[in-house]
């Protein structure tokens, strides 16, 4: 295996924390990650093959079959060399795949997932649902020398030059390897077993309460009690009115796309742009088992279609790239913010059928294969729900003092939600409260498998935000506390350099456009965030300052909502 390639193992990025040797210590052993000096073994290899072939050419003389004898060691050795060394020219991520695995792994062929493609005239082809791998291979990590054992993310390189939040390595094993770790059979959920939610169609919700007519405006005796985790439950979860998600519901989509959308089974990759605030970002370094298998929906409001179909050459049949966009109508919200919530945090309500997420903020591109990061963050981890937290704050109190000198929310909603968190409880983050590492996530990214579960956490965490502000990072903790207290559950938290390691922060549309009126250079395509070159006879990189562009504050209430006088937690229903 060559350097680049052991690199490739480790997930490591060029230029960011030195040599492999550097990073990464030890031998090599059994189940390990091969050294970056496997190459010169092979290159040996090859000297001794010569040899060998030297010599058997002197026996047989320069006869024609000493010529045929050349080719075919020739043949051999440079077969053998092609898939002795596996190299990815990716400059963001590189991943190998020739671990010390079983070879029926490396040999196998996973057939597509079926799933319904878009016809003529909006019609969808009737194949069967049911996902059908007739040659699939299983991995259990029970028997499983795991290639990415003993691997830890090195101390960082100071540079003076680069400070601020920066991505580490992250060790994935292959695409191939991933999907035969996949758990044959759903994670268990603790205490619950059955959720429903609740439906108010032709019901008139109590308008005195806090929230939206979206979420259902639940009292605050309904909000407690949906805290109290049961074997079943039936709580507010979103779309209380209408037939069923995304009808009728406020949030609409038509039901050509809600048909496709409960088709997809496996694996969704989610994200949504409503206002027109971002570009849409294109994922890389997605596998073809990944495009064939997994779903990617981009959803957005009439606005941000108007402006992609004028605006992207790729746009074609309603997809964008591997983006299949949604067109939702009758929004819930005013807020952009607050209308993106929805399908963050409820996506296993417009996916019934759907076993895992991944969502993605649509200020952020995806440069590594889906099924790579429910290895990594999920199954590794024997987790079923991760975020990250967040780079630079632990604690709620500091980071609604953070929202509000940055202008997110209205400053008295923002402390009326601390206020009323106080109350109930909430203190300062500490390592007391150990093993949680953080109040408070970078929720930019959500890797979850919807089990009852997870999908109560959701439903709850969307509440709070219904309820209160959106930032939903306020919010997390308190959720998360709840539910732990009583069943011992709790979302799995990662470094944020780890998160930084598969996305790419790039630049808000606004920003784009002021870039291009001030006459800094735009992105080298519409849809791309810019890169960061060198320009030509320079020696320092351009200056990185973005203009200045602040968005509007959300209004403390619309006419959607309503918001009472603060009072004390626990005195009545509201």
């Known amino acids: 295996m060559s350097g680049g390639a052991a690199a490739s193992a480790l997930g490591l990025r060029s230029g960011s924390y030195g040599s492999l040797p550097a990073a990464v210590g030890g031998s090599g052993g059994a189940g390990g990650v091969r050294k970056a000096g496997a190459r010169g073994w092979a290159l040996r290899g090859e000297k001794e093959r010569l040899q060998l072939l030297h010599r058997a050419l002197r026996l047989v003389g320069r006869r024609r079959a000493g010529v045929l004898l050349l080719l075919a060691v020739a043949s051999a050795a440079v077969f053998c060399s092609l898939f002795a060394v596996v190299k990815d020219d990716s400059s963001s991520i590189s991943i190998v795949n020739n671990y010390e695995v079983p ?3 490396q040999k ?8 319904p493609l878009m016809m003529s005239g909006d019609q969808y082809s009737s194949v069967v649902n049911k996902i059908e791998l007739p040659n699939r291979i299983h991995l259990s990590y029970a028997n499983f020398t795991h290639p990415c054992e003993g691997f830890s993310v090195p101390p960082t390189l100071v540079d003076k030059k680069r400070t601020g939040p920066r991505p580490c390595p ?16 759903a994670s268990p959920s603790p205490v619950l077993k059955n959720l429903n939610y609740i439906s108010e169609d032709g019901i008139v919700a109590n308008l005195s309460s806090q929230g939206s007519g979206f979420g259902g405006h639940p009292s605050l005796e309904q909000r407690n009690k949906s805290f109290d985790i049961s074997e079943s439950m039936t709580v507010h979860c979103g779309f ?95 807020d952009p913010r607050r209308t993106g919530k929805i399908p963050k945090l409820l996506l296993h309500r417009l996916f019934p059928n759907v076993r895992f997420s991944v969502w993605i903020d649509a200020k952020l591109e995806l440069i590594a294969d889906p099924y790579l990061l429910l290895e990594r963050f999920l199954w590794r981890k024997n987790a079923t729900f991760a975020i990250s937290r967040h780079y630079k704050r632990f604690d709620v109190f500091e980071e609604a003092e953070a929202n509000k000198a940055a202008g997110k929310y209205d400053n008295a909603s923002i402390d009326y939600q601390i206020e009323f968190y106080r109350n109930e409880g909430l203190s300062h983050y ?44 306020i919010s997390f903790s308190t959720v998360r506390d709840k539910i732990k207290a009583r ?13 930084r390691n598969f996305v790419v922060q790039a630049y808000h549309r606004e920003l784009l456009e002021q870039m291009i009126a001030s006459g800094r250079r735009p992105p080298s395509t519409t849809d791309a965030p810019p890169s960061r070159k060198l320009r030509p006879g320079s020696r320092k990189a351009p200056p990185s300052k973005k203009p200045s562009v602040k968005r509007k504050k959300e209004k403390k209430s619309s006419s959607r909502r309503r918001v009472p006088k603060p009072v004390a937690a626990g005195m009545g229903a509201m």
């Open 170 to 185: 992250v060790c994935y094993v292959s695409v191939d390897q991933a999907f035969a770790l996949m758990p044959p059979e």
């Open 430 to 473: 500490s390592p007391a409260k150990f093993p949680i590492t953080s109040d408070v996530p970078e929720g930019c990214v959500i890797i979850r498998e919807h089990i009852p579960i997870t999908n109560l956490f959701t439903c709850l965490w969307f509440n709070e935000v219904d309820r209160f502000t959106s930032r939903d990072q």
């Open 103 to 105: 070879n029926a792994i």
């Open 487 to 499: 069943v011992g559950w709790m979302p799995e938290m990662f470094l944020d350099c780890e998160r």
């Open 240 to 334: 209380v009115r209408g037939k069923k998600p995304g009808q009728g519901t406020g949030f609409d989509i038509k039901d050509d796309d809600l048909l496709e959308m409960e088709q997809c089974r496996e694996l969704v990759v989610a994200s949504a742009i409503f206002g027109n605030y971002d570009m849409i970002q294109h994922p890389r370094n997605i596998s073809e088992f990944s495009k064939a298998n997994a779903c990617f929906y981009m959803f957005v409001d009439e606005e941000t279609e108007a402006y992609v179909k004028n605006s992207s050459s790729l746009y074609s049949n309603n997809k964008v790239g591997l983006w299949r966009l949604v067109v939702v109508r009758n929004l819930p919200y005013e």
């Open 108 to 115: 196998s062929v996973y057939p597509s997932t079926t799933r």
